[in-house]
């Protein structure tokens, strides 16, 4: 009888650390801190700094609780494997799927094009618009697909190179560029800028800064070939959310010194803008590589940790099972890698060169990333109450305290995840309808094709509940809530 295929593990703290760092240090992210910099052009630099603290708070929030869903029940499939067991498997299957795979349909483009744009205008490419997005796109899919190792290998050196730029551009900016001499207000130029000059809405900059600590939990799906995974995951997510604090901290603080209001928020890419003020000719070099490594590391990383999620969902019976196919020499989830790739390239292929447009559908969408937050803290106040005896390697602290603050701030910014009223409308429509496409799939999913009901709740996987079965006297918190 052949023996099932399964994960390698080859990857440590210092990979799991890169992995989280390559997500947050994007270009998208770059441009969006320095337009909520921007936006609280009117607010106090009090105001701004701490809520910049309550965005970083609210991060560590949700890091405490997938380090303990994680190491509770170590599955490549994530969040989908926490929630088919507390909620059942029509929750499980709206998270992941709109919290990740839709997201990131829309980011990794958004990244791809922004990268395609800053080689053309900076390095003066005379090649036809998406051939480096589509290029970079398709080298990566490939070295996921040829072994974790390379794929480790990658993630470390683009991220090593980004932790470098980000540094080395804010503390030249602080210690060594000469600072503007006078604060230039935003010019009544569009509806950004024209908002910003209104008022600073602080719950909008709460949004905008959020997108800085997003990406945590993708050191989760990585648990089946992470070594020493109990000790590794939740110290790789901390560690790498307090670089990535400092990191943009010092990057925003230096912004603030050498770039207008006006240019933060009119500016296409305000980071070359800032590039170029601290480094002068130079800066258009320099930010030509800091934005190749940026686009790397976030595509690599997306790659590799959302082909994770399939590839358990696959083997869950939540998805479709080609997913759950590992290649036979290299030992990776090939199939969920190609399919990422291959809806990434969907938008690149149907908007052409528009970032603007992807920008905005990145933002409407990512208030899904929120609700898979969301559902994330409501699994382990479930789980809590329904095994509240099973071993648990990791334990949240200050619980249910810090669930609930995480479930109210991550609605919060939800609700408010755009600093212009102008923006919100279409933001909120945009999200509204991905979750109802996702909600009615996976709902025909799970009553069609998996023949459960939606709210079912899966029993706690079987080498756990031998270990420490249910009390017999609990009764499961889902067991009448089917359809």
Request: with cysteine.
């Amino acid at each position: 009888m052949a023996t099932e295929q399964k994960l390698k593990r080859v990857l440590g703290m210092p990979t799991l650390v890169a992995i989280i760092i390559g997500i947050a240090i994007s270009q998208v992210a770059l441009v969006s801190l320095l337009q909520a910099i921007g936006y609280g052009g009117g607010a106090s630099q009090v105001t701004i700094i701490g809520t910049y603290a309550v965005a970083f708070a609210l991060a560590l929030t949700y890091v405490a609780t997938f380090a303990e869903l994680a190491l509770m029940m170590p599955s490549a499939g994530g969040l989908s494997a926490y929630t088919e067991v507390a909620l059942g498997h029509f929750p499980a299957l709206v998270a992941t799927f709109a919290g990740y795979v839709v997201v990131n349909m829309f980011g990794l483009p958004a990244e791809l094009l922004v990268i395609d744009n800053v080689m053309h205008e900076v390095l003066g490419f005379n090649i036809p618009t998406n051939v480096i997005a589509l290029g970079i796109l398709a080298s990566l899919t490939l070295l996921n697909i040829l072994g974790t190792d390379i794929f480790a290998l990658l993630q470390n050196l683009t991220t090593g190179m980004k932790v470098l730029a980000v540094l080395g551009t804010g503390l030249a900016a602080l210690l060594l560029a000469p600072a503007l001499p006078v604060a230039v207000p935003a010019v009544q130029g569009g509806v950004q800028v024209a908002a910003a000059a209104a008022s600073a809405d602080t719950s909008g900059l709460l949004a905008l800064f959020i997108w800085c600590f997003v990406g945590a939990e993708f050191a989760c799906p990585m648990i089946e070939e992470t070594v020493d995974a109990e000790r590794n995951i939740p110290r790789s997510m901390v560690v790498a959310l307090a670089l990535v604090a400092v990191l943009f901290g010092l990057y925003g603080l230096g912004a603030t010194r050498v770039l207008s209001q006006d240019t933060m928020l009119s500016s296409r890419f305000p980071h070359l803008d800032y590039a170029n003020a601290v480094f002068g000719r130079a800066g258009a070099i320099f930010l030509a590589l800091t934005a190749a490594a940026a686009t790397l590391g976030l595509v690599n990383a997306v790659l590799g940790g959302v082909s994770r999620m399939l590839y358990g969902m696959a083997k869950n019976g939540q998805a479709f099972p080609f997913l759950g196919k590992l290649h036979p020499k290299f030992g990776t989830p090939w199939a969920a890698i190609l399919f990422m790739s291959g809806i990434s390239a969907i938008p690149l292929l149907a908007l052409g060169n528009q970032p603007e447009t992807v920008t905005i559908l990145v933002v409407s969408a990512s208030t899904s990333w929120l609700l898979a937050y969301i559902v994330a803290h409501v699994d382990l106040i479930v789980l809590r109450r329904r095994y509240p005896d099973l071993a648990r390697p990791f334990r949240s602290p200050l619980f249910p305290l810090v669930q609930i603050v995480g479930i109210a701030g991550m609605g919060f910014a939800a609700i408010n995840n755009s600093p212009s009223p102008d923006l919100a409308q279409t933001v909120h429509l945009i999200a509204g309808c991905v979750l109802g496409i996702v909600g009615i799939a996976s709902a025909i999913w799970v009553r069609f094709f998996m023949k459960k009901r939606l709210f079912e709740a899966e029993p706690i996987p079987a080498p756990l509940s031998t270990a420490v079965p249910e009390p017999a006297d609990r009764p499961a918190l889902n067991d009448a809530a089917g359809i």
